[in-house]
C-alpha cells in the first residue's frame, strides 16, 4: 500500500497537467485518501484511453500505478 501512496503524487501531477482548471487531480486524490481504488483505477485508465495526449514517462508511470493497484489487490478484479 505504501507504492501506491507515493508514487500517488506522481500520478495526481499527471492527471492535473492534463486536465487544467477542474477538479480532476483533488477528486483523484480524495479517492486514494478515501480508498476509492474502483474510480482511482477508472480514472487512470481514462488517462490510458488517449495514450496520445501523454508525454514522455507519464504513460508508463499511469500504467506502473496501476500494476501496483493490480498487485495490491485494490483494483476490480475485471480490470
Known sequence: MQAI???????AQ??????????ARDDFVK???HGDWTEVEAMVEGMLAEPWH?????ENR????LAILH?????????
Open 5 to 11: 501512496y507515493a508514487l500517488a503524487p506522481v500520478v
Open 14 to 23: 499527471i492527471i492535473s497537467s492534463h486536465c487544467p482548471r477542474t477538479r
Open 31 to 33: 479517492a486514494c485518501v
Open 54 to 58: 501523454l508525454v514522455g514517462y507519464q
Open 62 to 65: 499511469l500504467r506502473q500505478f
Open 71 to 79: 498487485l495490491e489487490g485494490t483494483a476490480s478484479a475485471d480490470g
